[in-house]
C-alpha cells in the first residue's frame, strides 16, 4: 500500500487513518459533552489549538454574536461547539467524515446549526473572498505537504480585520524514534513524499502521511500572506519524554489580516 501513496491521494490516506483513530475513541475525535456546551453558553469555556494550553480568551472577540468563525481542519465538536454557544454563526471545514459526523451530530444535540463542508485543505478553499471574521485551525496541517498556499487562501477568504487562530506543529517531534523519543533519527524536513526512509517509518493505515514545516512555513509564510502577528505562545505534547524534558514541539500563533 505505501508503494501507491501520491500526492494526488494521500489526503483519502489521512482520512481513512483519523476515522480509524476515532473508532478507537481518539482524544482530539471526542465531542464536547452537553455539560461543557451548558457551560460554554453562560461564557465559562476552554479552547484547544495545540495539546495542553487553552487559547486565552482576549484572542477571541468579548462579543462572537454574530460573527462568522470557520473551524478550519477542526472537526470533532470540540472547538465549534462552543463558538456557537457563544453566539457566532459557525462554518467547519474537514475531510474526514467522521470529524464531520461529530460535527452534525452535537449540533442536533444541542440545537444549533452549523454549516458542514467536506474538503480537503491542500485546495484553494471552498469559500468566497471576505468569507469569515475567525478562522479557527488547531494543530492539523501536519497533514498537508505545503502550508504556504493555505496561509494565501486564508487571507483571501478573510475579512480586513479578521483573526486567524493556528495551532501548528514546530516539526520537532518528527526528529525522534517513535514512541521512546530517545534518539534523533530522522533529518528534516519529514517528508514521506520524497523521502523512502520517512515513508517506511509510518504506516499508512495507522499513521496516515505527516509532514514536518519550519518555522519559515508557519510563521513566515503567515507574514508573507499578508497577516500580522498578535501574539503566540508554545506547547508540549502533554505527554512522553521531550514532554519530561520540557521540549516545545507545537506553536500557537494569533494573526490578523490588517484593515
Not at 487559547?55 to 477571541?60: I, K, L, N
Not at 452535537?106 to 467536506?118: K, L, P, S, T
Request: hydrophobic share 40%.
Amino acid at each position: 500500500m505505501t508503494d501507491a501513496i501520491t500526492r494526488d491521494n494521500y489526503a483519502d490516506a489521512n482520512a481513512r487513518a483519523i476515522d480509524g483513530w476515532n473508532a478507537d475513541g481518539w482524544e482530539w475525535g471526542t465531542p464536547i459533552s452537553h455539560e461543557d456546551y451548558l457551560r460554554a453558553c453562560q461564557g465559562d469555556w476552554e479552547m484547544l489549538l495545540t495539546p495542553t494550553k487553552p487559547v486565552p480568551h482576549e484572542w477571541c472577540p468579548a462579543d462572537m454574536t454574530g460573527l462568522r468563525v470557520l473551524g478550519l481542519a477542526c472537526g470533532g465538536a470540540q472547538q465549534m461547539p462552543i463558538f456557537a454557544a457563544l453566539g457566532a454563526v459557525c462554518t467547519v471545514l474537514d475531510y474526514t467524515p467522521s470529524q464531520l459526523e461529530s460535527e452534525r451530530m452535537v449540533a442536533q444535540r444541542e440545537g444549533y446549526e452549523i454549516e458542514i463542508v467536506r474538503a480537503d485543505m491542500s485546495k484553494p478553499l471552498p469559500f468566497e473572498d471576505a468569507s469569515f471574521d475567525m478562522i479557527f485551525h488547531p494543530v492539523s496541517n501536519c497533514y498537508i505537504e505545503e502550508v504556504k498556499p493555505l496561509w494565501l487562501e486564508c487571507n483571501r477568504i478573510l475579512k480586513p480585520g479578521g483573526r486567524l487562530l493556528a495551532g501548528l506543529d514546530n516539526g520537532f517531534g518528527y526528529v525522534f524514534d517513535y514512541p521512546d523519543e530517545e534518539r534523533a533519527i530522522y533529518g528534516l524536513p519529514f517528508n514521506p513524499l520524497v523521502n523512502p526512509e520517512h515513508m517506511a517509518a509510518l504506516d499508512p493505515v495507522e499513521d496516515g502521511i505527516q509532514f514536518s514545516h519550519t518555522l519559515e512555513d508557519q510563521i513566515r509564510g503567515q507574514l508573507q500572506a499578508g497577516f500580522q502577528l498578535v501574539d503566540c505562545y508554545e506547547d508540549t505534547y502533554g505527554e512522553g519524554r521531550l514532554y519530561e524534558m520540557n521540549i516545545p514541539t507545537f506553536w500557537a500563533t494569533y494573526a490578523v489580516k490588517p484593515l
